[in-house]
């Protein structure tokens, strides 16, 4: 029986978070630290003719000004063949934004004194705002290498899609459409950095992989990673916001090493906002097919996403929507063709609801096919879902996916089929369902190692390159270790994202953490457990096979008197230089052939989550607005390790994806200039906007994850998005091409519906 | 950290003292901060010393003379705890639904009477704002809401004047040539680049509001993205009385938040008047609203949006402040 | 234009007496944060849009990136670094309720958070959920949909009301 896993314990992190005690990096200062500031295009396509930074220089208080003539050269891409962006712009801005150069002073305020005092002088350039202007003939090219602005094209063909129309009795087209969301995590970015003169780099900025940060950085300074020190420090969420490398690390660091002092930067939250990353736009056409009985039979998508200036993810952002519909349904046919276009707009990366438009409009699509062949929205999905032990169209396995159990959890608890066109007008109910992958093939960093030592009392000290943005990662592994080692969890110390110490870890994006991280603990925890066992034989006089740890002690199965406290067992271990470390590394079972464009087959991911949701709304027919009546959210996240945790994770997903995903959030411009930078102006949900959510876990223990678990919370932000847009469309009798459903655009919709109907009355 | 750029504060113990100082070349006044201190630190404002008013202006809600007179230093939090009758609920009302509590703590009556027109090309960082030519507000000679535009279309979305306008408030201000009392209405010009009719060196000492026949009502609505924090995209205060014969006797339709202040709609009231608030009544009144509306590009939701719900939050206003005539008449017969 | 000149400030915050010396232009924030070393108050945005500078001023909430420390001269602020009694170092009741009920997930949000139920709930101390949800409207949080962070209010008040026993 376990007695950590499945429980809800209160994470011991939020003990320092509830008193302020939780140091963030803006909290954290040096002695002897300098402040920086950074000189930002404010122009979105332009050469630079002349930096010239002499008066800034000249000004008292500066102690360093950097721009590309300091900078490496070494070009940023998370894969070599898209490395496109240096960390200070060299002879050409792409986007308002983009880093020239940067200054390091006694004051943050000297600092963006001086950065007012660099002139610039620019060139510029004809700039191109939207995916399919940049497509389009006569469009200026950003970058010289890219063709028609074509930065990443995805194909895939699974079956013969061309043949399998004439085999379907209902096949539809749709269009739709998605404005960028943005992370608008709490905490603005910010990085400390100290170079000494032994020539390490110690740094801290939040982030979601201190071992990515920390190679990525080593390669930008051209130093070995060893001497390349990422610490662990509190981080105010990520999203997926920090999942990458900025040039924030590396101008901050480059700063430190020409002054040889502490240099903190901290963004503003307009910086955060257009120079970190922000969400895809997308433009998304579908073509679906069915047979008679509702079968999906074939399925061919288009999508066009805005990526910015520059490659970041892309290869990983263009793929994962059309990864997580094919991992969701069976089809036999289908083909995608996603390409990631170059703008002249801040960079774009992966996103915790990433692709609005493409999931909205295969729900779409079902809810349309499941009207003209007369099933209604469960009947259709239920009909169509994968489930343990299918394979994906692209030839994953599936080792456990409990799609079913959690539509019928959602569409029961909501009587759904009582309320399916039967609720009063302007009311509407909808579903939405999805699997998200727990981790895909990252090369040699895909896996996660840990280290379990004992303290000579018995204590016990926990070492994981695990990173927690706020999810609850490290608690997660505590629990993991606890239930592994029969310790209690008290008596854990964990050290974590510190890379001088802390061994290899994937990284808290792709949903991978609980599953890769908290296997590698688990089995370091077993090793320990056993050294641990060889040792007290001894004592005992006992096989270690037959040996128990529990209450502190090590005992005899069966025979609790023959027992040696945990301290006694690790101090004998010690007198015979038997120092117990235990050892674990983890790896998932994915296909290290596959890749993202050139071969975009074989085993993805070791896990599929599942997530179902079904939400109920009222939409007031005069403003356009959406009354969120319920929701209730069903998941499949393996194992529940904290189950409280998870419905966390739940009830965030609900806020972002769905109720901001689908009913506020979306970035402004005007030409190319982000409109809405901040908490006032892009919206995302407040208390009083939040509808009840009613949870259920549903646990599918899967065969590879720690105690079966898979992934936490991901599925639910994007099956809820999924569920208010059908919603919607039940309420107001239409769907919406258009995400997000603005007021304005619900209205524009009902009215332009009522039009059509007066016209054909 | 965002930060304010160099500048003098003072704080005068008296109001004669701040309007002195006020006179100084440079001077600004500050009330609660709470929309000045961004202002600042986007450097839209570059005041050489800051006036802080709040031992210049008087604090509370002062019963006396019949009516109640609202002091400027008087913050949103505790106006909005004010148990007002129905004739003037939309006080509170409009109160309640500024910002979130953290910032009605600080913001003051007086703030919200004197709040600056707002532009989404306008409200911006310096650093947002050096990429193109400034706009007139910032002291250039474009307008980026309205390309072509021949004045500055930034909004005024002020919660409290429309509901002080619709109860018929007037406003005491004090400058250097004494005291003197005008209509809530009139103390706005209508334009965006310089909202405030007030002369150099004046203050608001307090919103008066007289009162009411106890068989009316007013009521404040305000449509905005979330229910929290956001600026009107419309509103509307309306004030009813109901009449012996159960009509409607008189009205006062105001509108927030479509133009570059606050908007009374005559042909509104019309409508209203002499109706029994039926919806024939109302839609007239809405459509009413809807031509005197003139929003722009330049905040939450299109204009054509906003000229739409302007219309609705007249409705429901409207609606909602005749349930308080009448409920107010049935519980004083 | 002459540098302005400095101002003594008189503070006191968390129930400790401090004069101290600064420019007029300086925020509350930025007092708390560089000179006090308080960091628990953060900020989010400076612009008055996220809540996670919020203190108490004379124990209402308020954002302290767009409060002159000049304007709270004698006035008494409450960071989260005062809440809990420092003597023993146990958590307030209302941050213990945060841990127990899973109400903090990245944590940058808590501190404005708990103060401003903390405000709440001496002024109403059993508020409903509506309540709850309209104290809390300036405090954004981007983690937990608020569901937990209301669940935490309510524990807190049942706490403080002596309903329920703190394990």
Redesign the interface.
């Known amino acids: 029986m376990s007695v950590y896993v499945g429980k809800s314990v209160p994470r011991r992190d939020t003990r320092l978070k509830a008193t302020g005690e939780a140091r963030y990096t803006a909290d954290l200062a040096l002695p002897f630290m300098l402040h920086a500031a950074v000189l930002?295009s404010?122009?979105p396509h332009a050469r630079l003719l002349r930096v010239d930074t002499s008066r800034a220089e000249a000004l008292p208080g500066v102690r360093a000004v950097i721009t590309a003539r300091d900078a490496s050269g070494v070009k940023w891409g998370v894969f070599r063949y898209t490395r496109d962006q240096e960390f200070l712009a060299r002879d050409r801005v792409r986007y308002?934004g983009e880093e020239i150069a940067a200054v390091a002073a006694d004051t943050?305020?000297i600092a963006?004194e001086a950065v007012a005092l660099i002139a610039v002088e620019y060139e510029r350039l004809p700039a191109v705002f939207d995916p399919l202007d940049a497509i389009a003939d006569g469009a200026p090219r950003i970058h010289d290498h890219a063709e028609r602005n074509i930065n990443i094209h995805v194909p895939i063909h699974v079956g013969d899609v061309d043949a399998a129309w004439d085999a379907c009795d209902h096949v539809h087209t749709e269009m739709t459409r998605s404005e960028e969301e943005s992370y608008f995590m709490t905490e603005p970015y910010a990085v400390l950095a100290h170079c000494d003169r032994q020539g390490t780099v110690e740094v801290w900025m939040p982030n979601a992989s201190p071992h990515t940060k920390a190679k990525g950085l080593a390669n930008a300074l051209e130093l070995p990673v060893s001497k390349v020190h990422v610490r662990h420090v509190a981080i105010g969420g990520a999203f997926g916001g920090r999942s990458d490398m900025f040039p924030g690390e590396y101008i901050t660091a480059l700063l430190s090493r020409k002054t040889r002092r502490p240099v903190r930067l901290?963004y503003?939250r307009?910086e955060n906002s257009i120079a970190v990353r922000q969400g895809h736009s997308m433009v998304v056409e579908s073509r679906f097919g069915f047979k008679k009985d509702g079968t999906l039979h074939a399925v061919d998508v288009t999508c066009h996403m805005d990526g910015g200036a520059y490659s970041s993810t892309g290869p990983i952002a263009t793929s994962v929507p059309f990864l997580c519909f094919e991992q969701t349904y069976r089809v036999a046919n289908v083909r995608y063709n996603g390409y990631r276009v170059y703008t002249n707009k801040p960079i774009r990366g992966m996103i915790r609801t990433h692709g609005r438009a493409w999931a909205c409009n295969v729900d779409m699509q079902l809810d349309l096919a499941a009207e003209a062949l007369g099933l209604d929205p469960i009947e259709i999905r239920l009909k169509n879902a994968l489930k343990t032990g299918d394979h994906t169209p692209t030839q994953s396995h599936i080792p456990s996916m409990a799609s079913h159990e959690t539509i019928r959890a959602v569409a029961e608890a909501s009587r759904f089929r009582e309320k399916w066109k039967r609720l009063p007008p302007w009311h509407g109910i909808g579903i939405g369902c999805v699997s998200v992958m727990s981790g895909f093939p990252m090369g040699i960093r895909g896996g996660s190692a840990a280290m379990v030592k004992f303290d000579e009392d018995g204590g016990v000290h926990l070492i994981s390159g695990v990173v927690d943005n706020g999810q609850g990662n490290e608690g997660v592994v505590l629990q993991i270790a606890a239930e592994a080692l029969g310790v209690p969890i008290d008596q854990i110390q964990l050290t974590a994202s510190a890379t001088e110490i802390t061994p290899i870890d994937q990284g808290a994006y792709s949903q991978a953490t609980t599953l890769v991280s908290g296997n590698a603990v688990r089995l370091a925890c077993e090793d320990a457990r056993r050294q641990l066992f060889e040792v007290a034989a001894d004592v005992l006089e006992a096989s270690a096979e037959d040996l128990e740890l529990a209450d502190g002690k090590v005992f005899v199965k069966g025979s609790p008197a023959r027992a040696v406290p945990l301290a006694k067992v690790v101090r004998s271990g010690l007198l015979k230089g038997k120092s117990v470390i235990g050892h674990g590394s983890f790896g998932p079972n994915v296909d290290q052939r596959r890749e993202w464009i050139q071969n975009p087959k074989g085993q993805l991911s070791a896990a599929f989550s599942y997530g179902s949701a079904v939400v109920e709304v009222r939409v007031d027919p005069?403003?356009?607005f959406v009354d969120v009546l319920d929701v209730w959210a069903s998941h499949d996240c393996g194992k529940a390790i904290n189950p409280k945790e998870v419905e966390g994770q739940m009830d965030g997903g609900v806020a972002m994806g769905g109720h901001g995903g689908i009913l506020?959030e979306a970035l402004?411009w005007?030409?190319g200039?982000n409109?809405?930078?901040n908490?006032?102006?892009y919206?995302i949900?407040?208390?009083?906007?939040m509808p009840p959510i009613h949870n259920f876990i549903v646990e599918a223990d899967d065969p590879v994850g720690p105690f079966g678990a898979k992934e936490g919370g991901l599925s639910i932000s994007m099956c809820t998005a999924q569920a208010y847009a059908n919603a919607i469309a039940h309420a107001i009798g239409t769907h919406i091409r258009e995400f997000p459903h603005?007021?304005?655009r619900v209205?524009?919709t009902i009215e332009a519906r009522e039009g059509t109907e007066d016209e054909a009355s | 950290?965002?930060?304010?750029?160099?500048?003098?504060?003072t704080?005068p113990p008296s109001l004669d003292a701040a309007v002195a100082a006020l006179g100084e070349p440079g001077a600004r006044a500050?009330a609660g901060?709470?929309d000045l201190?961004?202002a600042?630190?986007?450097r839209t404002g570059r005041p050489?010393c800051?006036v802080?008013l709040?031992d210049a202006c008087p604090a509370g809600i002062d019963t006396g003379g019949g009516g109640w007179a609202i002091g400027a230093a008087t913050t949103l939090?505790d106006l909005e705890r004010w148990t007002a009758p129905p004739s003037v609920a939309a006080i509170p009302e409009a109160a309640r639904s500024v910002?979130?509590?953290?910032?009605r703590?600080?913001a003051t009556v007086g703030g919200n009477l004197c709040l600056d027109t707002r532009c989404?090309?306008y409200n911006?960082?310096a650093?947002?704002r050096?990429?193109?030519p400034p706009c007139r507000k910032a002291g250039g000679e474009v307008c980026?809401a309205v390309p072509g535009g021949d004045r500055c279309h930034a909004v005024f979305s002020a919660d409290l004047p429309p509901a002080l306008a619709a109860v018929g408030a007037r406003v005491r201000v004090a400058g250097p040539d004494g005291e003197r009392r005008k209509d809530v209405a009139d103390l706005y010009t209508g334009q965006g680049l310089a909202p405030l009719a007030l002369a150099a060196a004046e203050v608001v000492l307090s919103a008066d509001v007289p009162a009411l026949s106890g068989r009316s009502g007013s009521a404040f609505e305000k449509?905005r993205?979330?229910?929290?924090?956001?600026?009107a995209a419309a509103s509307a205060a309306v004030w009813v009385e109901a009449g012996d014969d159960g009509a409607c006797r008189s009205a006062r339709v105001v509108l927030g938040a479509v133009d570059s202040g606050p908007v009374r709609v005559a042909r509104a009231e019309e409508a209203l008047q002499g109706s029994l608030l039926e919806p024939e009544a109302l839609e007239t009144a809405a459509d009413a609203a809807r031509r005197a509306a003139r929003p722009v590009k330049n905040a939450?939701?299109?204009p054509?949006?906003r000229r739409?719900?302007v219309g609705?939050a007249v409705k429901r206003a409207a609606s909602r402040a005749w349930q308080r005539a009448v409920g107010a008449r049935e519980a004083s017969s | 234009?002459s540098?302005?000149?400095k101002?003594v400030l008189a503070l006191t915050v968390n129930g400790q007496d401090h004069d101290l010396l600064v420019?007029?232009?300086?925020?509350l924030?930025?007092v708390l944060?560089e000179e006090l070393g308080l960091t628990g108050a953060k900020?989010g945005c400076?612009?008055?849009?996220c809540?996670t500078c919020?203190v108490l001023?004379d124990g209402?909430?308020?954002?302290a990136?767009?409060?002159?420390a000049?304007?709270v001269?004698g006035a008494s602020v409450l960071t989260i670094e005062g809440l809990a009694d420092a003597l023993d170092g146990d958590l307030h009741p209302i941050q213990r309720a945060f841990v127990d009920a899973h109400g903090i997930q990245c944590g940058f949000c808590t501190p404005?958070m708990i103060l401003?139920a903390k405000?709440l709930l001496d002024e109403n101390p059993s508020p409903d959920e509506a309540e709850i949800r309209?104290?809390l409207?300036?405090?954004v949080c981007r983690c937990t949909g608020y569901a937990k962070i209301v669940d935490s209010v309510q524990l807190a008040a049942r706490r403080l009301a002596g309903e329920e026993e703190t394990p």
Request: aromatic share 8%; net charge positive.
């Open positions: 930002r404010p122009y308002i943050e305020e963006q901290v503003t307009e005069e403003t356009g506020l402004r005007h030409e200039a409109l809405n930078t908490f006032l102006d919206k949900p407040l208390a009083p906007d603005t007021p304005d209205l524009d | 950290m965002l930060r304010l750029p160099p500048t003098r504060w704080r500050l901060g709470t201190v961004v600042l630190k986007n050489q800051l802080s709040a939090w910002a979130a509590p953290p910032i703590s600080r989404v090309f911006q960082s650093f947002w050096s990429g193109r980026h449509i993205a979330r229910r929290g924090l956001d600026f939450d939701f299109t054509a949006y739409k719900v609705v | 234009m540098t302005p000149r101002i420019e007029p232009r300086r925020t924030l930025e944060r900020e400076g612009t008055g849009g809540g919020t001023i209402r909430p308020a954002r990136c767009l409060t002159l000049a304007d001269q404005g401003t405000a309209q104290a409207s300036g405090q």
